[in-house]
């Protein structure tokens, strides 16, 4: 069964617009949990935006299922990974004027410094992921660099203009899955899935989680956390409205 991790860094985006302690997204993260999420994600920006040191130690002690750090190739926070020993690293490229993180990683074109981390990362015992764009260079390079994962970006999917579109992106991700799942790399994918469009991808095999945040933290503000959460695993299990769907 596919896997849902929620990411929890809206909650703390929330939280930094006043300065103060709430809403905490820990608190989240153990309400999503309890709510059947198998994992929690942060990113730890490099301007500390939404997440801070605080919260991702505090989730290192409180998160029973997987936390999965979101982070850029950099020495400073490649340090915190190693202190806090997240189960899994994701690479994400980031630019401070970003509003979420737009593109994948250009892997072929840092291929020295994220072998050296990976590695460093891996005699630590952290395996790695890399956020990468459903092209088969991108997955290629991957490999060669010794990731244990990709997430598959899902951005141009969520964004597509029309069904042709959205169609297209479709069949290069699957392809994508595909190839890495052939390299024998781990898969997620991810990025602007929501209640509307996620569903076409439980056709698909060899998808190991889904990582979402935007959408449920969203629905979250108007029906609860609890439902969001379990609403989006019922859609990534195949099921709608506690019935599952014919293949
Ligand atoms: N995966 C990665 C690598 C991301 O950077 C983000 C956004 O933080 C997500 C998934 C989740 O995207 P969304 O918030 O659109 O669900």
Redesign the pocket.
Known sequence: MPKLSV?V?HVATLRQTRGGKQPDPVAAAIIAELAGADGIIV?LREDRRHIQDRDLELLRQVVKTRVNL?MANTEGIIQMALKVKPDLV?F?PERRQEL??EGGLDVQSHRTSLQKNIQKLKKAGIPSSL?IDADPLQVKASKQVGADCV?IHTGKYADAPDGQARRKEFLRIAQAIRQARRLGLRVNI????DYQNVSPFTTLSGIEDY?????IISRAVLVGLERAVREMKQLIQGFHCGERQER
Not at 190 to 193: E, K
Request: no cysteine; hydrophobic share 20%; charged share 15%.
């Open positions: 990411n860094d990113h979101e994701t994400v979420t993180t956020f997430e991810g990025h602007g899935l990582s979402i945040g935007h959408s």
